[in-house]
């Protein structure tokens, strides 16, 4: 299982070395041999290459340059950072990120060997729409990015759960991962309100090879917990 934390916006450079040394040393003592992955703000961006991965929520495409606001490879480099998240809902629904310039991104970091968390997802209106409509938002969210690169995660993040305690229904999420999964051999992972109390019905499903969590990973211990679900399911 891939088990992935994605503080967004919150956490002090502090907070995350607090939350860092939890998770490690959980993730030590009980022998954890998951895929850990921490994005904190990039304030926090740390240079570790322990048992827990750090990487990055956003970067912009270039090596250095006039992009005010960004930060570019040449940033990321300093931190020995190779892992990054593109195409977020709230980088394109918030930050207005249009799908060519997340395919952008995802061709330059690709090209520099970054690990990519490619994240997809559809809004309540698309879904409310049928399959038909939801699929074609989909596959549109996947223009212009190589489905066959070889450090490949997808997360498949529904807008409506993001944030908001909704879940889509274990059916749902095993349909759209089986899509998926017929357009790439990459991990999937599912994101959007996973909680301590849905990890493991999520996590057992067909196809979901890990979660993403925004608000419930803010959290050391309720982390650390999924942690150790994911464990205990593959012990299995
Ligand atoms: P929540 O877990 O807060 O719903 O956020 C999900 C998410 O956007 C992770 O990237």
Redesign the pocket.
């Known amino acids: 299982m891939i088990l992935?934390a994605?503080f967004?916006a919150n956490k002090t450079r502090q907070e995350t070395q607090a939350y860092m040394a939890v998770v490690e040393s959980f993730v030590s003592a009980n022998e954890i041999d998951e895929a850990v992955i921490v994005?904190p703000p990039f304030t926090a961006l740390e240079h570790i290459s322990r048992n827990v991965l750090i990487g990055v929520q956003n970067a912009y495409p270039a090596q250095n340059g006039a992009y005010t606001g960004e930060i570019t490879l040449e940033q990321l480099e300093e931190f020995g950072i190779k892992t990054i998240?593109i195409g977020?809902?709230?980088r394109r629904h918030v930050l207005g990120e249009m799908q060519e310039q997340i395919a952008a991104k995802f061709r330059f970091f690709a090209e520099k060997g970054f690990a990519i968390i490619y994240?997809v997802g559809e809004p309540i209106e698309i879904r409310e729409q049928g399959n038909e409509a939801l699929m074609h938002y989909i596959d549109a969210q996947f223009e212009g990015i190589d489905v066959n690169y070889a450090d490949l995660i997808v997360?498949y993040?529904p807008v409506w759960?993001?944030?908001?305690?909704l879940t889509p229904t274990t059916d749902q999420i095993v349909d759209m991962h089986t899509a998926l999964r017929s357009k790439t051999h990459a991990p999937l992972l599912y994101?959007?309100?996973?909680?301590v109390d849905n990890a493991r019905s999520i996590m057992e499903l067909q196809n979901v090879d890990g979660v993403?969590?925004?608000?419930?990973?803010l959290s050391a211990n309720d982390f650390c917990e999924m942690i150790a679900l994911a464990a205990e399911l593959k012990q299995q």
């Open positions: 992935c994605n967004k994005f998240l977020h809902s709230e994240c997360a993040e759960a993001i944030g908001t305690g994101g959007g309100s996973v909680k993403l969590v925004g608000s419930a990973s």
